[in-house]
């Protein structure tokens, strides 16, 4: 079977803000990666469908230029493909570059569907919906010349002659019509194959980092989506100090309790409630930020909060290993003077970000019936769930000790259970609250008036 993949690319990528076929994915342009995997499907030839006057394709591209006028349809690339297309063509791919992320797999599976009886053209299939690319007989892609047929129109046709092909790449839906689906794509080629949920079940805080950098643009790419975050009424009140040096790293380190990861990840992100640029705005507009306000300043905290957790998950879905730190609220006004933070802006926690060297083994959390209330709280069920807070505390505890010799390089105590931690943490005597008594008279130097 003579199959040839057609990839309709004439567009102007107006609502992109760029050509599509050139984005960038991954170091190899769209168009390189479609066809490269069309090549490893076993397909014979690919044209591309180029408007007059567009970009050049990259030079060794292993495909054929159709050119068409500016200003047409996806169909009147498709026709003119189809007046192109070489003789002896048995099938064809109708591959838009939207869906370049689909992989070889799909496409085989597509061809050998299509080889079946009775089969004239064959679909990916995606939970329950359609979508691209689309493999097709030439007889039945040849009606794509009758004057104002569309795509759509083949498949509606006769239905009997169209099969679907379960697929587990949810790309075959993709459009990339905009920056944020390029971005997403980016993201997704780098990223770990779980979904978000998936990945959330495998959180774990990592304490140890091996000295690999992270990869050029990886920082970037990683903040750009965490900042995708819901944001109180848009006021965008965050932003991220990423300290790389080691001498500042170290510094850092000091503030925070010394701990020793802060130092050894590559990157020590300090995530901040910024009332900075409300203030310039304000201060644009003849006004004045009402930086009393005990609601702004919990909106700005919440804003970030959702950044940080944002950015883990990315992190997380990359490969990578972090553990955000509270301890970046031991020395408050220090930290701030540190990292040059103009005033209305605090860390309220930082992050650590790199390659992890450990394997910790996870802290589970309380029983569910402890979070979800369903219509009302239940205050009846608090013995069971501290019960089972306290048997997952123990669970873990002597699996740390039997499993990774302790944690931090210290036994664990395997009697105490989480309760028993809490109390100590923030029952009378608590340290924890003795450690942080400053925190409001420093909050307020830094700028947030807080009531
Ligand atoms: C706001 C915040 C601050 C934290 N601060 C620290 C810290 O300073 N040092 C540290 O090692 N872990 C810190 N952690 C990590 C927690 O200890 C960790 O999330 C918790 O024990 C549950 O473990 P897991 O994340 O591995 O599931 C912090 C977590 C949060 C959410």
Redesign the pocket.
């Known amino acids: 079977m003579r199959v040839i993949a057609i990839v309709p690319a004439a567009g102007r990528g107006e609502r992109m803000g760029a050509d599509k076929a050139l984005l960038d994915l991954a170091g190899v342009t769209a168009i390189e990666r479609l066809v490269a995997t069309c090549r490893a499907a076993g397909v014979d030839d690919v044209l591309v469908v180029r408007r007059d006057g567009a970009a050049a394709l990259p030079a060794a591209l292993a495909a054929r230029v159709v050119v068409v006028p500016p200003g047409g349809e996806m169909a009147d690339s498709l026709r003119a493909a189809n007046a192109a297309l070489p003789a002896g063509t048995d099938a064809v791919v109708v591959f838009p570059v939207d869906h370049a992320l689909v992989e070889a797999e799909t496409v085989l599976a597509l061809l050998a569907t299509l080889q079946r009886p009775g089969c004239g053209i064959a679909l990916p299939l995606f939970r329950g919906k359609t979508g691209h690319p689309a493999a097709m007989a030439r007889n039945v892609f040849a009606e794509i010349a009758a004057p104002g047929a569309v795509l759509r129109d083949l498949v509606r046709k006769d239905p009997a002659r169209v099969r679907v092909v379960p697929s587990a790449n949810p790309w075959v839906h993709a459009d990339l019509d905009h920056p944020e689906d390029h971005r997403a794509a980016v993201c997704a080629l780098h990223g770990e194959p779980w979904s978000t949920v998936a990945q959330m079940f495998r ?3 990592h ?1 140890a980092y091996k000295p690999d950098a992270l990869a050029a643009g990886q920082l970037e790419r990683l903040v750009d989506a965490a900042r995708y975050a819901s944001t109180s009424s848009f006021i965008q009140a965050y932003s991220v100090v990423a300290v790389r040096d080691a001498r500042v790293k170290g510094e850092c380190a000091r503030l ?1 309790a010394g ?1 020793a990861h802060i130092v050894q990840a590559p990157v020590f992100a300090a995530v901040c409630a910024d009332l900075h640029k409300i203030a310039a705005a304000c201060g644009r507009h003849g006004s004045e930020l009402q930086a009393q306000s005990f609601e702004l300043f919990l909106q700005a905290t919440v804003d970030a909060a959702l950044l940080g957790q944002n950015l883990q998950l990315a992190a997380e879905a990359e490969g990578l290993g972090a ?5 970046a609220r031991n020395h408050p006004v220090q930290l701030a003077e540190l990292l040059g933070l103009p005033k209305h802006v605090y860390v309220v ?1 930082g992050m650590t970000i790199g390659v992890p060297a450990d394997d ?1 083994i ?2 589970g959390r309380m029983p569910l019936a402890g979070v979800l209330h369903l219509e009302r709280y239940d205050t009846a069920g608090i013995d069971a769930v501290l019960d089972g807070a306290d048997a997952g505390m123990r669970v873990w505890s002597k699996r740390t000790n039997a499993e990774r010799g302790g944690y931090q390089g210290r036994p664990v105590s395997e009697t105490k259970g989480w309760s028993e931690r809490m109390a100590a943490m923030w029952g009378g005597g608590s340290d924890y609250v003795a450690a942080r008594q400053a925190l409001v008279d420093e909050l307020r130097r830094l700028g947030f008036g807080l009531g």
Do not use: V, W
């Open positions: 959180h774990r805080s304490r925070c701990q553990c955000m730190i509270g301890a926690f910790p996870p802290r």
